[in-house]
């Protein structure tokens, strides 16, 4: 298990895309903490307003975080070097697993140090527009721990359909899309009940979708409930993923 999580930890990070990537996230990031929600905000500010942005960074964060664990995987099948993948290793199920574990301590790492860099910065255009913030209620735990979740949720449901569907461009784009555009579009049928979509479900963790009283109103759900609808998704998913995997074909 070792030698497998070090292959795929060694896969991860000497691809250019992980820190093109990961460098473009930060970056997009940075300019809206700083500039947009910094110096340039003039919107309304109270002692949640930290809390709240901090946590409206994470689908940005997600978005390329999806994108690299897709690529873990599906560069595998893209390459065929899946075949030597698994001869390397006595158990597919160690690969798989190495490959889950070489994606949330990519997620771990990314998640709070994009925090830590969106808090800093959001502070930082604020004195240097000579408005600073008011005093804070900052809840560092919940943020990181909110964000986690979301963010891990996101990339493992990528690495999911990387594995399912074997083919990289068919699962990056099936994360680009399904997430905002398909659920959107389900919620006109399903009304309060598409609160109970996987992604919608998720969104919820983080409070980035609620009910609005119009024509997308989805319901609301606690961002713990919300965080079980999505975590049993996420379960099940992984189960069949496993068994096919264990099961099908390299190629």
Known sequence: MKAALKAELRKLLTVRSTYI???IAVLIMAFVSFWIMG?????HIDSNFLN?????????????????????MGHEYRHNTIFYTLT????RSKVLASKILAVL??????TIAATAINLLLMNYGHNLAGHPLPHQDLNLA???????FYVVGFALAGLLFATLIRNLIFAIVFMLIVPNTVESLLTLLLKHKAVYLPFSALSQVIGTQGSNNGPLDMGHLSPGRGAAV????????WLITWILFLRRDAN
Do not use: E
Not at 88 to 91: L, P, R
Not at 105 to 110: A, E, R
Not at 230 to 237: I, T
């Open 230 to 237: 999505f975590g049993a998704y996420l379960v099940v998913g």
């Open 105 to 110: 301590g990519y997620v771990l790492v990314l």
């Open 88 to 91: 390397a290793s006595n158990s």
């Open 21 to 23: 990537l990961t460098g």
């Open 52 to 72: 709240y942005n901090a946590l409206q960074a994470m689908p940005v964060i997600s978005l390329f975080a999806v994108i690299v664990a897709i690529l873990l």
């Open 39 to 43: 110096y340039k905000y003039s919107g």
């Open 142 to 148: 919940d943020v990181i721990t909110k964000g986690l």
